[in-house]
């Protein structure tokens, strides 16, 4: 049996909570928060024996295997380095930290241990995308030459999610001071990984991030600084061109990615929303022979359908049991963590940055 403990008994630690209490060879044994109250009343919903207000006292106290690290971004290096070394697997939340040095660092000292490392980079739960991604490794369509990604939320236009003017939760995403890198740091992670895995290294990139200030500067303590929308340019090294963009104002979308793939024979495609089983599936179309509007099969788009895949949480468990790190590793989130922190360049200089 692996024994796990949670360390940020926030939000997201309900997931992780939840999808390791599903996972038989785990046991959830400790969890750690520095807020008590919060770590109790946790503790007492997942029925988890011990406590800690802690991380330290949590590593020395407790016979642990893995740690699942769900702190705000600012948290996740101390944390992850920490666990290392002492010789624990971890799973960390995404960004994998708040820059590329950073990254690279924790990427490094994870190389330096057998210790199974991962980053949740959520969208490779979905099954859909993880064959498409298949389809392209195989070669299937020939050359990639053109790529259209987005991710788009609304919750800065509608109050589907509640209201960001008075909830903390969306306050801080809005505000650098408080640890957020806008919306490039939040969704950026996820589609710069959803698009780049299937196609290849992003080789150049040119971006433009955009505050809109129209919307507010302050509220309380929160100045309303961090980046709300993005686009950006990307070459990949096999010389294929695309676009990759997300805002949080896309009005009409929930929390949609969408990813077209064009390729010299045939293209696939997919889009969805919440929650990530309607991710199971892609489309793809290899139709190159039509020769009019009057072909009765011209241009068919075939939906392929695709049993559910391991989610993240799993694959972690899996590759303790086999010693085999699965993907997306440190490494993963580490270069990761180079693209957004080109796009930060870039937007301040005005120009394409190279990668390589
Ligand atoms: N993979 C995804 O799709 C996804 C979705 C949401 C959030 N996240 C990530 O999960 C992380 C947590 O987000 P959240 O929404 O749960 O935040 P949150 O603010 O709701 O929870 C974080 C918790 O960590 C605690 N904490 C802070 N510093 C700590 C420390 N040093 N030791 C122990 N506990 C500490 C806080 O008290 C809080 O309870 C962030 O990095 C976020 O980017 C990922």
Request: proline letters at 3%.
């Amino acid at each position: 049996m692996i024994k796990l403990g949670i360390v940020g008994t926030g939000g997201m630690a309900n997931a992780h909570a939840t999808a390791f209490k599903n996972i038989k060879d785990v046991e959830i044994v400790a969890v750690c928060d520095v807020i008590e109250e919060r770590v109790l009343n946790f503790a007492k919903e997942y029925n988890i024996d011990k406590t800690f207000t802690s991380f330290d006292e949590m590593l020395d106290k407790c016979e642990l295997d893995a740690i699942s690290n769900v702190t705000p971004d600012s948290f996740h290096k101390e944390i992850a380095l920490k666990s290392l070394n002492k010789n624990k697997h971890i799973f960390s939340e995404k960004p994998l930290a708040e820059n590329y040095p950073d990254a690279e660092e924790m990427y490094k000292a994870s190389a330096n241990t057998n210790c199974i490392n991962m980053v949740n980079l959520s969208y490779r739960n979905s099954s859909g995308w993880q064959n498409l991604s298949k389809v392209l490794h195989n070669n299937e369509l020939g050359k990639v030459r053109h790529v259209d990604a987005s991710y788009y939320q609304s919750w800065l236009t509608c109050k589907y999610w509640g209201d960001w003017k008075e909830e903390q939760k969306w306050l801080w995403r809005l505000s650098e001071k408080h640890g957020s890198k806008g919306v490039l740091g939040d969704l950026g992670v996820h589609i710069f990984d959803f698009a780049s895995y299937p196609v290849g290294n992003i080789k150049k990139i040119n971006c433009r991030l955009k505050t809109f200030k129209d919307k507010g500067e302050k509220i309380d303590e929160y100045v309303l600084d961090a980046n709300d929308s993005f686009i950006s340019m990307v070459e990949f090294d096999n010389g294929a061109i695309g676009t990759i963009n997300s805002t949080r104002f896309a009005t009409g979308n929930v929390n949609r990615l969408e990813l077209k793939i064009y390729c010299d024979k045939g293209a696939v495609a997919m889009k969805f929303d919440d929650p990530i089983t309607q991710g199971n599936y892609y489309s793809i179309c290899t139709d190159i022979n039509a020769t009019s509007p009057n072909d009765e099969k011209s241009l068919d788009w075939e939906i392929v359908k695709t049993d559910p895949t391991p989610s993240n949480y799993e694959r972690f468990i899996t590759s303790i049991i086999s010693g085999k790190n699965d993907q997306p590793d440190f490494k993963r989130g580490a270069d990761i963590q180079k693209i957004l922190d080109s796009c930060f360049l870039s937007s301040e200089k005005n120009e394409w940055i190279d990668l390589s």
